[in-house]
């Protein structure tokens, strides 16, 4: 019996798609592939309760070397159960939800794993309503291990998936400023992207240049698998330095930043004084919140669990409410779709990593729509002759921060972080100076005052490795490592955490 069931990563599938020297070994083979294509064709027949023979399907890759067999195999999986299979080529994964919920296709899957390594690959896959949950790819991993070994299928056909997505784009922008088709609101404006070697490299070349932009100086808009530039993730300080001083090189308007599937994003802002802003993380949900608060007034700001205190702040001071919820987009996005439905108007979510999903746009995490939710505002922003920036002025930030991912040792590591996180939030409770932050949803939240770190940590579990990630903030210097230096203290306690890399902060 073939067991699929280590490819689940959340709501998507991961695994080893290529041999590396060093690497791990290759587990989403092509039969693999093979196997989920034929499972999510037989899911999808479960879901809408129509035949094989009624659904279309469309599969998109990234720039990764494995993702063209990869997307054969899962059209030949596809086409085996009887579910007529389509490959669309290079593509970004919101394009792909895009070609379910307006280009009548009924389901997609792109082809990729976001930015982990080149040996790596996976899938992510959408329907008509919106992306798969944890649930529904556990239900198909397990269908995958029921494929039959062999049979006849027919070839796959080809579809354009990325036409449509970016003319949707291009009129969004348009309609938004008042503006005919053929304007070019972009003109006498440089605007440079970092797509990493991706698949955001449409972005410069289909939205910005038709639109009137200069884009000289633009990087890695080639797609390389290999990523041999830099990490496609608008996280990493390396990609975002990148990015950062080519702004300040070319005097660049803004410069973009995408993951390699285009569902994260970041951007840089010139400062005014030669320098550059970067926004990414606390300061791009504190910009698009106020843009948004521009447009629809008081919201509801769903965010991740690691957002500081300096953007909560923020936010209510524009008089929204921020709700701080659990690590993971799929997370945040569900929690604003559960306050949505219960009435509240939580119309933003947004992850610090750069997922950030609207009410207005299928609550679908699209970094090129978020650029161009900024795109737009820079225009008005320049016509009014303000800059960009001055929307988050009032964003007030940590003089320190930190991370620190501390290392399970135990097999069974599920008891070992609950009795962790139980004891951090017992010991705290009855310390001078500190207290425990209520209705948080993941781990343990701590602020301390002046004295004993001035700022706050938060210790949780990982959401799939044995690791307790620590995240530390402060409002002054040398704060950050009296916090980590309490917490380790009381660690010490747990034999089965590696606290070393908290001590690197004191």
């Known amino acids: 019996m073939k067991d699929y069931s280590s490819l689940q990563n959340g709501s998507d599938v991961r695994g080893v798609a290529l041999a590396v020297e060093g690497g791990k070994p290759v587990d989403l083979t092509l039969e693999a592939a093979r ?49 007529s299979a389509s490959i669309s080529g290079m593509a970004s994964t919101p394009a792909m939800f895009m070609c379910c919920a307006e280009g009548g296709f009924d389901g997609g899957i792109m082809v990729t794993a976001s930015h982990l390594p080149c040996e790596r690959n996976g899938m992510k896959f ?69 797509a990493g070697n991706g698949a955001g490299g449409f972005f410069a070349e289909r939205i910005l240049a038709p639109l009137g932009a200069d884009t000289a100086g633009s990087l890695y808009l080639e797609p390389d698998g290999h990523f041999p530039n830099h990490q496609p993730n608008p996280e990493n300080a390396e990609a975002m330095a990148c990015i950062t001083s080519a702004v300040i090189d070319t005097q660049a308007d803004m410069g973009i930043i995408f993951d390699t599937d285009v569902d994260r994003a970041g951007a840089v802002l010139p400062d005014g004084r030669g320098g550059a802003l970067a926004l990414d993380r606390n300061r791009l949900i504190a910009i698009m919140t106020a843009i948004l608060y521009r447009q629809y007034g008081p919201i509801t700001v769903v965010t991740d669990s690691i957002t500081s205190t300096g953007l909560a702040e923020f936010i209510e001071g524009l008089g929204c409410r921020h709700h701080r919820f659990k690590r993971g987009y799929r997370n945040v996005i569900g929690e604003a779709q559960r306050l949505m439905r219960e009435g509240e108007n939580a119309i933003f979510a947004m992850e610090t990593s750069g997922h950030g999903a609207l009410h207005e746009n299928y609550f679908l995490d699209d970094g090129a729509y978020v650029i161009v939710k900024l795109l737009i505002e820079l225009v008005r922003a320049r016509g009014e002759g303000r800059s960009l920036t001055d929307l988050i002025a009032a964003l007030r930030e940590p003089a320190e921060s930190a991370e620190a991912r501390l290392p399970v040792g135990s097999p069974d590591f599920a008891p070992v972080t609950q009795r962790v996180l139980e004891r951090v939030e017992e010991y705290f409770a009855g310390v001078e100076g500190f207290s425990i932050v209520p209705n948080n949803y993941e781990g343990v939240r701590v602020n301390a005052d002046k004295d004993r770190g001035d700022g706050w940590f938060l210790i949780r579990r ?45």
């Open 126 to 194: 959408f329907t008509k309503e919106s992306g798969l949950e944890k649930a529904d790819i556990k239900r198909i991993l397990t269908l995958a291990a029921e494929a039959p070994e062999a049979g006849d299928f027919p070839e796959p056909g080809l579809c354009d998936v990325m036409t449509p997505y970016t003319e949707g784009l291009k009129k969004k922008i348009l309609t938004a400023l008042g503006l005919p088709e053929g304007a070019r609101p972009f003109e006498g404006m440089r605007i440079i992207v970092d």
């Open 35 to 83: 196997d989920i294509g034929y499972a999510f064709g037989r899911w999808l027949t479960e879901r809408t309760g129509r035949g094989a023979n009624e659904l279309r399907c469309a599969i998109g890759t990234d720039s990764r070397v494995t993702g063209p067999e990869l997307a054969r195999a899962i059209a030949a999986g596809l086409g085996l159960f009887g579910v």
């Open 462 to 506: 990982s959401l799939h490795d044995p690791l307790m990630p620590v995240n530390i903030e402060s409002d002054s210097e040398g704060g950050a490592a009296k916090l980590a230096r309490a917490l380790a203290e009381l660690l010490g306690e747990f034999p089965e955490l590696d606290t070393a890399p908290l001590a690197k902060l004191f």
